[in-house]
């Protein structure tokens, strides 16, 4: 379509009309348009053919030869209060390796997302069956728990770019970053901090019940 519609503006056949680095140019001459100015033609040229009007757009699959490999580092600092087994983040930092980052905007928002899901499932999330029956008892936002802004401090974010050798652009996924480093540094920061007390063994969710139990059990394996 795009070929068509730069034909007709530049009044030639569309085997004239060569497409290469997303300029579509008269072959042997200057006259060239760049496909976001064919796009705006398409979208307000009301002159042009019913089928060539309205937005262009293309789909195209692509598979990487290889994967790739992002990389990054959590950190988190938490308090947990040993009267009542409440756990605090004080202070969260990650800096994440997503090769180039397209939209930072985005990558950074995706990590923000991905991290409050690590907390929330270090820190709250638990699914509860009745023992007697196998029911599950949380089985809906009343009971389940889910992390809220109050739960969440300021995370202070950092991107370090190695660019990917293997794909276009140099980008690596970025989806899962969050979650699989907070996760971790969330249950270390929770773990060394009751290490510190006696508690030689513990599993997350680490909820206030389940540290004031794992604290006043100490040595012994924590249960829900």
Known sequence: RARR????????TKDDINFVDGRLTVAGTDLT????????????DGNLPEELQGPLAAESDYTAPQPTYPSGTHVCE???????????IDRFTAIDDVGRAVNPMIV??????????GIGQALLENCCYDPENGQL????????????????????????????ENTPFGIKGAGEAGTVGSMAAMSNA????????????????????RVWRAIHRKNEKATP
């Open 108 to 117: 950074f928002g995706q990590s923000h997302g991905g991290i409050a899901q």
């Open 5 to 12: 519609i730069a034909a007709i503006r530049f009044e030639v």
């Open 78 to 88: 938490v308090e947990v209060d040993a009267e009542t087994g409440l756990v605090r």
């Open 190 to 209: 929770v773990f060394d901090a009751l290490y510190k007390v006696g508690v030689s063994h513990f599993d997350m969710p680490a909820t206030s019940e």
């Open 137 to 164: 008892l949380s089985g809906s936002f009343m009971d389940y728990c889910v992390p809220r802004a109050d739960d969440l401090p300021m995370i202070a974010l950092r991107s370090h770019e190695v660019p990917s």
């Open 33 to 44: 348009l760049d496909l976001f100015e064919v796009a705006a033609i398409a979208t307000s």
